[in-house]
């Protein structure tokens, strides 16, 4: 019963310290200056682009919820963490975002005052899981989903090739690798075709779907296509060029991983077992391990720790990353 009261002042905190950071986070006068200046630009379009332009972030401002603008004036970098979400391929929102990182801050805090652990302590590793977790969350999807794109790439550019032999327009190869390739690869140029089809430039859609996924290996395509563009050429002997070199760059990366992979399991191991055995310690005794938190000394201790261990996985991680 004595840990009652305790909850519903951390609770209330996080509820005060929420309704401070939303009376400050007002509309901003700049925000506001930028979006009229906007929006009077897209009256006042006169070319093609300029109008979808305009459509599309008029169809963008109606998706968004009373809850996404909360999550951009809250959240630190929104235009950021939004272009994160695009990249994992799933139809999570800002305000869906904010909502699971503060549930993650609240119930981690709350589970370790319940533990006994001391409130500012609680807090802090509360707020760190609750930042740190979604962020790792969408950094594993937006990898998964690169990898996936990476693999089926080069395939999708011997479809186009295959096309291109056959008479057929760029454009309309595009919409053939949109239908018949499964997986990222066919969402994004179904993406790139959409566009093109509402009057956005072949070169403009492609960048942007570049900008969006941020892997090398499209660029390249994008690049091989403008510079086809102006200066002509066997469009299908390049493209056939470019993903015999996207298939040996992908040989190269699990090269690399599996020459790799004995040194990253050692790290892994070594790094985690000071964490398993404090956890563990603090289980069997944990008025021992809570020195660590009150006596200066230890604090000292485990913060130079701490910071020398970040040392050593900053420096092996750089040992092991190859440009490839």
């Not at 500012?120 to 930042?131: C, I, P, T």
């Not at 990898?143 to 990476?150: L, S």
Request: aromatic share 8%; glycine share 10%; hydrophobic share 50%.
């Amino acid at each position: 019963m004595g840990m009652m009261p305790i909850l519903t002042m951390a609770l209330g905190a996080l509820v005060v310290l929420g309704m401070i950071a939303f009376a400050f986070a007002g509309p901003s006068p700049k925000k506001a200056v930028e979006r009229r200046m906007t929006g009077l630009k897209d009256r006042h379009a006169d070319t093609a682009s300029g109008a979808v332009e305009a459509q599309m972030r008029r169809a963008i401002a109606n998706r968004q919820t009373k809850m996404d603008g909360y999550a951009n004036r809250l959240l630190p970098n929104p235009a950021l963490i939004r272009k994160r979400l695009s990249q994992t391929g799933k139809t999570w929102t800002m305000g869906q975002y904010m909502i699971a990182s503060a549930a993650i801050v609240v119930v981690v805090a709350g589970l370790l005052m319940i533990k006994g652990a001391p409130f500012l302590l609680a807090l802090l590793v509360g707020v760190v899981v609750g930042g740190g977790l979604p962020h790792m969350v969408v950094n594993f999807y937006i990898k998964r989903r690169i990898m996936q794109f990476n693999a089926k790439f080069p395939d999708a550019i011997e479809l186009l090739v295959r096309g291109l032999r056959s008479g057929l327009p760029v454009t309309e190869t595009m919409s053939v690798v949109a239908q018949e390739v499964p997986g990222p690869v066919g969402v994004e140029f179904r993406t790139v075709v959409d566009k093109m089809k509402i009057g956005r430039a072949m070169e403009a859609a492609l960048q942007e779907t570049a900008d969006r996924l941020g892997t090398p290996e499209f660029q390249f395509f994008c690049i091989t296509l403008a510079i086809q563009r102006e200066t002509g050429g066997n469009l299908a002997e390049t493209l056939s060029n470019l993903a015999d070199v996207l298939r040996k760059r992908g040989q190269m990366k699990l090269k690399i991983r599996a020459m790799s992979s004995e040194s990253k399991a050692s790290a892994y191991i070594i790094g985690a077992l000071p964490f398993i055995v404090f956890g563990m310690i603090w289980m069997i005794n944990g008025s021992y391990m809570q020195n660590f938190f009150v006596d200066q000394r230890l604090m000292v201790a485990g913060g130079g720790g701490l910071i020398w261990m970040g040392i050593g996985a900053f420096i092996m991680a750089k040992m092991i990353d190859f440009e490839i």
